[in-house]
């Protein structure tokens, strides 16, 4: 079991920066992959990014429009990660939810992997 809560949403006017966080409970945290998915008004969830570890290597990967613009990361031992999101645009605009999964070898780009979920965390970008 895990539990997941996001932080660090909020207002930023497009060109800024966001950082949010996932705080993560539980055990065998760096066994679970982490993804980060968002969901706009009227709008399908979909996926942003996702960062796993294993054998010792940190592998990550970015849904193309967010690429060279979000950063993916973990601190396994604040048992945190986190989404580092740069130049900001309004089509960012968007609830931002972070997922955990012990099925790592599965499509990690898929909400349906996942089987914990936060709360989410709003993000709007003004233009």
């Known amino acids: 079991q895990i539990q997941l809560v996001e932080s660090g949403g909020g207002l930023v006017q497009a060109g800024g920066s966001l950082r949010l966080s996932c705080a993560a409970s539980g055990r065998a945290f760096s066994r679970y992959a982490m993804g980060w998915f968002r969901q706009a008004p009227g709008k399908e969830r979909e996926f942003v990014a996702y960062?796993?570890?294993?054998?010792?290597?940190?592998?990550?990967y970015y849904e193309d429009s967010v690429k060279g613009r979000f950063a993916v990361s973990r601190d396994n031992a604040k048992i945190m990660v986190y989404l580092q999101m740069t130049s900001l645009k309004p089509e960012d605009t968007a609830i931002y939810y972070c997922?955990?999964?012990?099925?790592?070898?599965?499509?990690?780009?898929?909400?349906?992997?996942?089987?914990?979920w936060g709360q989410g965390t709003q993000v709007t970008v003004s233009s």
């Open positions: 997922a955990a999964t012990e099925k790592i070898t599965a499509n990690l780009r898929l909400g349906a992997t996942y089987g914990y």
């Open positions: 960062l796993m570890w294993s054998g010792g290597a940190i592998y990550t």
